[in-house]
């Protein structure tokens, strides 16, 4: 399937008209490659090939210090995104390099959990220009972030500025995953990122032409994403659906084994806030339709989501064929 296009040229009310239209019905739209400066995107992704494409054991080097660290290296066979949903799963098919804000701490009080997320991001020594780069892409995707909730408060009803004092020190992060080509040895049941949603209020995502991405539809169906390298994929999060009491979907999706071929993304995960709340928006609550959903604090439930999907045993670990001397991107 092809999902629909919110181009950033567009009058401001047809983007809140497409983008809302999109997110009740799919919790999925897409987004034209141009709202980025065109070196910024190439550059990422030269970058994390270069990462990816180096020995394991270097790799390791920047690898997640303790269990629930939440920047720097997972290895195969760390993560089941499945787990967040309660579900039992092989471990997923794919190494993942993550950073955070690096704020530096800031105005964080004597809240270790706050200071948990503000944790500093990892770099390896090599490729050199790796932390550029991607502080570069990082910066880029706050800024496509910020045009794009105010574009959701237009499409919900709202002031365009009502989501700044929630978003306006977001505790985002960026993650390149590499799905490596895999062996048939692999399990029948493996996926290469299992059946999850997003925890925030939306993902922006950039992936190659391998397919894979298929998202469940309101029938329960699995459809297929047709890869498109020239636009960028935007999901809806758990975050989102809390504040609009499902009126907008977030919705599960997955990446499978479609292709045994190796694939490689750049997801950036917008988040609210630390002490943002999560709770029922004045327009997506009536007498017909009260809230579903308790009020919560951001930052310690997306912890709590995060540290369910990490760390699985070595008998989860999986079987895949060796790099190939150049990663694709």
């Known amino acids: 399937m092809d999902l629909p296009l919110v181009d950033f040229a567009d009058s401001p009310e047809r983007q809140a008209a497409t983008l809302g239209q999109a997110c009740a019905e799919y919790g999925f739209f897409s987004i034209p490659q141009s709202v980025i400066p065109p070196e910024t995107l190439p550059a990422a992704r030269q970058a994390i090939a270069e990462f990816f494409a180096l020995p394991t054991e270097e790799k390791m080097l920047v690898a997640f210090p303790s269990d629930g660290y939440p ?65 570069e892409y990082f910066s880029a995707m706050a800024q496509v972030a910020e045009h794009l909730m105010a574009v959701m408060a237009r499409a919900l009803d709202l002031p365009t500025d009502f989501f700044v004092p929630l978003i306006d020190q977001p505790i985002s992060s960026l993650r390149a995953i590499n799905y490596p080509k ?8 493996a996926l290469r990122a299992g059946a999850h949603t997003d ?6 995502l950039h992936t190659d032409q391998v397919p894979g991405l298929e998202i469940q539809d309101s029938a329960g169906n699995w459809q297929s994403v047709t890869p498109n390298p020239d636009v960028f994929v935007v999901n809806l999060g758990d975050s989102i659906a809390r504040w609009t009491n499902d009126r907008w979907r977030s919705t599960l999706h997955r990446v499978t084994t479609a292709s045994s071929e190796q694939r490689q993304s750049l997801a950036f995960f917008h988040m609210a806030n630390w002490d943002a709340f999560l709770d029922c928006l004045p327009t997506c609550q009536d007498a017909e339709h009260p809230a579903l959903y308790q009020p919560v604090q951001a930052g310690p439930w997306l912890k709590e989501k995060f ?11 999986v079987v895949v064929s060796p790099p190939s001397e150049s990663a694709a991107t």
Do not use: C, I
């Open 199 to 204: 925890y925030g209020t939306f993902t922006v």
């Open 71 to 135: 920047y720097g290296y997972a290895p195969l066979g760390y993560e089941r995104l499945a787990a967040s949903l309660g579900m039992a799963s092989p471990a997923d098919l794919k190494e993942t390099f993550s950073v955070g804000p690096d704020t530096g701490g800031g105005s964080l009080g004597d809240d270790p959990d706050q200071a948990w997320v503000r944790s500093p991001s990892l770099w390896p020594d090599r490729p050199s220009g790796l932390r550029f780069a991607l502080e």
């Open 307 to 317: 540290q369910a999907t990490g760390s699985v045993s070595s008998e989860s670990k």
């Open 182 to 189: 895999h062996s048939p040895a692999a399990p029948k049941n």
